[in-house]
Structures are given as structure tokens and as C-alpha cells.
T-cell receptor
Framework: AQRVTQPEKLLSVFKGAPVELKCNYS??????LFWYVQYSRQRLQLLLR??SRESIKGFTADLNKGETSFHLKKPFAQEEDSAMYYC????????????FGSGTRLLVRP | GAGVSQTPSNKVTEKGKYVELRCDPI?????LYWYRQSLGQGPEFLIY????????DSGLPNDRFFAVRPEGSVSTLKIQRTERGDSAVYLC???????????FGPGTRLTVL
């Protein structure tokens, strides 16, 4: 079964601390993986996708096929990073479909 | 430019009633998607349109749910005989082509009393 698991519902850190939002997936193959973010009162938007290998707003995510993980990291959290973060996968045979995890709320405290 | 828009933003209805939710995609986007997000969960895929046709409706939970996109632009999600379990935020997204980034609308919050 295709599944995305985000084990933490809430992650609270202080400003300047490192952040790691965990994402594990189950898929027999090589899916495409994404992180989406939803800031307060805004719509869901793409943060990054693994094939682009970009760093967006200081965030990076590395695909670990052995551990089937795609954790999102940032070395120094900022208050404006507080938001809801969703990990998602797109199966190769139905690339239009996004399968989301249940999300992690990141709270960055001053 | 204008993003994906959805109307209404909120809809309260009674069990058993019929509802229609509308999505206006970004102009020129050929692909359109509907997702449903229940409380505390991530969005769940419902249906994907390429142009006017539903290319994959495997996510629709049952035959009370139906969606159309008659002219390849605006789409309407229709729910018959609503049930309390249909209460959720219904999200629409569009992309230029299927391989491009999906842009999401603000959602319609449906509450079935």
C-alpha cells in the first residue's frame, strides 16, 4: 500500500534551533516526493520536491531510499517558519496523484 | 495573476441535502484535481481531470459523489444525499500540465448537520 507517515503532530522549537520534520513512506518503487506548507490563513503551497534538489527558505530534504524517508531539515529555525507541513508522494504510475501524510505543525518560539 | 478560486468558502447543509462546490482553476491550466481534507488529516485525492474528461475518479468515496468539468475550465463537485461524514474541507488544485506543480485553492469547508 502507498502510504506517507508523519509521526509528529506537533514540533515545538526555539528560534535559531535546528529543525527536522520526519517523513517516512511506503511504496514499492521510486516515487516522487514533496513537502507542502500551509501558513496560517493561507493556502497549501509547494515547498520543495526531491527531484529539484533545491533549498527553499533554508529548508532541504534528502531522499533516503534505504530507510524510505524524506525528512525536512533546516539548521536555524525562524519564527516565520511556523506553519503546518505535509509530506506527500506521487506514484510513478499515477504521477498526477498526491498522497499526503497527516501533517506536522511546526511552532517556532521566540 | 489570480490563483485557483473556490466557492463558496463555507457551506452548511443538512443531512440528506444536495450540494455543489465550484472550482475556478488558473487560466490555461489543463489539469484539475479535487482533494478532501478531514479534520486532523492530510488532503486525500478524489478525482483528476485532464481537459474535460475525468482521467481518474478512483478516489471518490461512493456514487453520491460526482464531478464535472464540461468546458475544460471550471469544475463542480456534486454531493447527493449528504451525510455527516462528508463534513470536511474540499480542496481544488490545478496545474499547467499533469507533470507541473499543483496550485491549490483556499478550499470549501463543508459542514453537514
Amino acid at each position: 500500500a502507498q502510504r506517507v507517515t508523519q509521526p509528529e503532530k506537533l514540533l515545538s522549537v526555539f528560534k535559531g534551533a535546528p529543525v527536522e520534520l520526519k517523513c517516512n513512506y511506503s511504496y514499492s518503487g521510486s516515487p516522487e516526493l514533496f513537502w507542502y506548507v500551509q501558513y496560517s490563513r493561507q493556502r497549501l503551497q509547494l515547498l520543495l520536491r526531491h527531484i529539484s534538489r533545491e533549498s527553499i527558505k533554508g529548508f532541504t530534504a534528502d531522499l533516503n531510499k534505504g530507510e524510505t524517508s524524506f525528512h525536512l531539515k533546516k539548521p536555524f529555525a525562524q519564527e516565520e517558519d511556523s506553519a503546518m507541513y505535509y509530506c506527500a508522494l506521487s506514484p510513478l504510475d499515477s504521477s498526477y496523484k498526491l498522497i499526503f501524510g497527516s501533517g506536522t505543525r511546526l511552532l517556532v518560539r521566540p | 495573476g489570480a490563483g485557483v478560486s473556490q466557492t463558496p468558502s463555507n457551506k452548511v447543509t443538512e443531512k440528506g441535502k444536495y450540494v455543489e462546490l465550484r472550482c475556478d482553476p488558473i487560466s490555461g491550466h489543463t489539469a484539475l484535481y479535487w482533494y478532501r481534507q478531514s479534520l486532523g488529516q492530510g488532503p486525500e485525492f478524489l478525482i483528476y481531470f485532464q481537459g474535460t474528461g475525468a482521467a481518474d475518479d478512483s478516489g471518490l468515496p461512493n456514487d453520491r459523489f460526482f464531478a464535472v468539468r464540461p468546458e475544460g475550465s471550471v469544475s463542480t463537485l456534486k454531493i447527493q444525499r449528504t451525510e455527516r461524514g462528508d463534513s470536511a474541507v474540499y480542496l481544488c488544485a490545478s496545474s499547467l500540465r499533469v507533470e507541473n506543480e499543483q496550485f491549490f485553492g483556499p478550499g470549501t469547508r463543508l459542514t453537514v448537520l
